[in-house]
Structures are given as structure tokens and as C-alpha cells.
């Protein structure tokens, strides 16, 4: 999981005529993407590596020319096309280490839940974003929404264990 390139992103559409892409981010803010120069595009565990040349936000979206492994830019508006709809990752290790007591929402989902009493309340599925917290989705025998406030609801996050315990009533 630790090797596993972290999505950031995907390719949305073309830009002009000389190989440029435009890109949707999925970063806050959209434009943190481009603040890294090696991105691996692909899908999975089929990545190509690219250099980011030239990188500019272009009205409401983000557009990039790149470079494939060899150095040589995207030469066409063809040559782009191929990429449309693929995702953009970089290297785990490209991303700065989060503070003590936070934790990157890709570390989180597929982490097993468990109650103080040790009920299991099912499995990250996803995470959402409320502006007064993050909230845990959870799918298990149904799904459940825990908010994700370290302290409060979460007593202990263990990315090692790849389990989470939460101050969570198993009937909520």
C-alpha cells in the first residue's frame, strides 16, 4: 500500500492544438496538483510516467503540458487525446509526511472500525467532507456516518493494524 501511487487527480479534456491537457484536480486547492513536477498517469497498476513542463490555471480549470519518460513533449492534440479520462497519481513519498494526530483520507479508507467495546462497525468506504468535520463513510451490516474528530469520536487511528476505534454507539 505504502509503494501505491496516490490519485490526485485525472485528465478531463484537451487545450489547444500543440498537446496540451486540462486537468481536474482533486486537490484543495485544485491548484496544489501542480505543485509537483513527476506525475504517473494511468489507471491502477498500469502508470506512465510524465513530466510536468508548463502548468497554469486557464479560467476555472488547471491546463499542463508534459513529457513522457523520454523528455519529449505531448506533440499533438492527438497525442493528448490517448490520455483523456486517465487518472493522474504521484508517489507516495512525493507528499509531505501529514502532522501527528492527522492523516491523508487515502490512509484511511479500507481501515476496519471497531467500537470501545470492540463491536465492529464496518469498513471505510469513503470519506466525506461536511466544513465542520470529516466524516467516516462505514459499509458494514448497513452503512454508517461517524464523524472523524480525533479526540472526541476517534480514540486511536493504527494505519499498521489497519483499524480505527471510535467512541461510537453500535446502534447509531
Not at 497554469?56 to 499542463?64: D, F, I, S
Not at 458494514?140 to 472523524?148: A, I
Request: net charge negative.
Amino acid at each position: 500500500m505504502a509503494d501505491r501511487p496516490v490519485v490526485l487527480g485525472h485528465v478531463s479534456g484537451l487545450f489547444g492544438v500543440k498537446g496540451w491537457i486540462k486537468v481536474y484536480s482533486y486537490t484543495r486547492p485544485a491548484v496544489n496538483l501542480l505543485e509537483y513536477e513527476d506525475w504517473l498517469i494511468g489507471r491502477q497498476d498500469a502508470w506512465r510516467p510524465f513530466r510536468v513542463l508548463d502548468a497554469r490555471e486557464q479560467g476555472k480549470t488547471l491546463v499542463a503540458r508534459i513529457a513522457g519518460d523520454d523528455d519529449t513533449p505531448l506533440a499533438d492534440r492527438d497525442a493528448a487525446a490517448a490520455l483523456v479520462d486517465l487518472q493522474i497519481a504521484v508517489a507516495r513519498d512525493q507528499l509531505p509526511a501529514p502532522e501527528p494526530g492527522e492523516y491523508y483520507w487515502f490512509d484511511l479508507i479500507g481501515l476496519d472500525v471497531f467500537n470501545r467495546e470492540g463491536v465492529a462497525l464496518g469498513r471505510v468506504k469513503a470519506m466525506m467532507e461536511t466544513g465542520a468535520n470529516d466524516v467516516l463513510v462505514l459499509q458494514g451490516e448497513r452503512e454508517r456516518l461517524v464523524p472523524f474528530v480525533v479526540g472526541e469520536v476517534i480514540d486511536e487511528v493504527d494505519l499498521d493494524a489497519g483499524r480505527i476505534v471510535a467512541d461510537w454507539d453500535a446502534d447509531f
